[in-house]
């Protein structure tokens, strides 16, 4: 599939949310997406044994190319190191 694919299609997902505003009252209204992140537990919590959070950089880089392409704005999540 590939990261830029999936990035692509996660951008169209967010972007069907965003049109879906574009129908409310005569102009539409803002869309800001409520909580989006990423888990930092993923690979079995390697990070947290390795030290190498470059998955989860990855993954937060995809996350935040996604709302750009949809010209979304959002609020993390924020996780602490215990989840």
């Known amino acids: 599939f590939g990261a830029t694919n999936v990035v692509g299609e996660w951008a169209k997902q967010l972007s069907e949310l965003r049109g879906c505003a574009g129908g409310i009252g005569k102009k539409g209204v803002a869309t800001i997406i409520g909580e989006i992140g990423i888990p930092f537990d993923l690979n079995e919590k390697a990070a947290f044994r390795g030290g190498d959070w ?14 750009d392409r949809a010209l979304l704005s959002a609020t993390l999540w924020n996780y602490t190191p215990d989840n």
Not at 54 to 67: F, G, R
């Open 54 to 67: 470059s998955i989860q950089v990855a993954a937060m880089d995809s996350t935040m190319k996604a709302l």
